[in-house]
């Protein structure tokens, strides 16, 4: 049984470009979040999407968009990259009906030169 | 969502049991109190969850007193392998609206030979 799939593993960008980062979530889960992690920091919630439209948003920027595929599966797009977005970013699947705990995938590594 | 605050580390040897404490004052009624762990260049792990008193599972023991303004995370016989970050969240059931984690810094756990 397949965990959660995030593509590519590392990027790296030049300040101002665009990325693009994908998600394929744990068989069975319907549910999937993205996180921004800074080195020795945790998680930062960023957005979540169910049903192909984005539910709750934490304090991020417009810079910071989503999708969310008939599949589950996921992307999350950033523009005009700064320096700051250097993090290592997380997707987590969960389901909306009684799973506890959501899964992580192991991340991308973005960094921003 | 409830605010968490836990040891920034902890150092530990091969074979003891960790305790971790985490306290959560202005925790909701229908908060749960759920842990994840992370190793380096990894998404977080759940390990477990709880509401009061006492949970087991095949990994860790989470106690959770009468007033559930605390709670502590213990690991029975350690090995090198449980070096790593250990988040404690309070948030929403999870049985029902799929609320975003809310991460701190962790406790840092370091088991040393």
């Known amino acids: 049984d397949a965990g959660v799939t995030q593509s590519p593993t590392h990027l790296i960008k030049t300040r101002g470009q665009q990325v693009t980062l994908r998600c394929s979530p744990k068989?069975?889960?319907?549910?999937v979040s993205w996180y921004q992690q800074a080195l020795g920091q945790g998680p930062q919630f960023i957005f979540q999407?169910?049903?192909?439209?984005?539910?709750q948003r934490g304090n991020f920027p417009d810079r910071f968009s989503g999708h969310q595929f008939p599949n589950y599966s996921s992307e999350l797009n950033v523009n005009a990259l700064l320096l700051g977005d250097s993090a290592l970013y997380l997707c987590?699947?969960?389901?909306?009906?009684?799973?506890?705990?959501?899964?992580f995938g192991s991340g991308t590594r973005l960094t921003v030169v | 969502l409830a605010k968490t605050t836990q040891p920034i580390s902890m150092d530990s040897y091969e074979g003891q049991e960790v305790n971790i404490t985490c306290s959560h004052n202005n925790i909701a009624t229908n908060d749960y109190i759920t842990w994840y762990q992370q190793f380096p260049s990894q998404g977080p792990r759940f390990i477990i969850q709880?509401?009061?008193t006492k949970v087991t599972n095949e990994v860790a023991s989470l106690f959770i007193p009468a007033d559930r303004k605390s709670s502590t995370l213990s690991l029975p016989r350690v090995s090198l392998s449980d070096t790593a970050v250990y988040y404690c969240?309070?948030?929403?059931?999870?049985?029902?609206?799929?609320?975003?984690?809310?991460f701190g810094k962790g406790t840092k756990l370091s088991v040393k030979p």
């Open positions: 987590a699947s969960s389901t909306r009906t009684g799973v506890i705990g959501y899964t």
């Open positions: 969240l309070g948030g929403a059931d999870y049985g029902g609206s799929q609320g975003n984690l809310i």
């Open positions: 999407y169910y049903e192909e439209e984005e539910r």
């Open positions: 068989s069975g889960h319907d549910t």
């Open positions: 709880g509401y009061k």
